[in-house]
């Protein structure tokens, strides 16, 4: 976990407990739980992302498609000096 063994973990947790107090550790505990579920919620929720709205949303993106391709200009250019040469357009 984190590269932490259970001495340090330990560690962490006395020296939280003598600073918050029982009571306050275990509000902290518990929020920190909530904390955990939740972004577990979420990390569960990212592959289920509708893939569909996604390239709707790349669609809609109005600087995607302006770039030329001046890949196929060169090869063109690039084939009219070296004519014995086949070169694939890739």
Known sequence: MLGMGSLEILVI???A????GPQKMIEAARYLGEVVGQLRGVAKSIPHMD????????DQDP???TTPDYSVEFNKE?????PDKEISNE
Request: net charge negative; no cysteine.
């Open 13 to 15: 947790l006395l020296i």
């Open 17 to 20: 407990f003598i600073v918050l």
């Open 51 to 58: 893939l569909d709205e996604i390239s709707k949303l790349n």
């Open 63 to 65: 600087v995607r498609g």
């Open 78 to 82: 690039l084939q009219q000096d070296l």
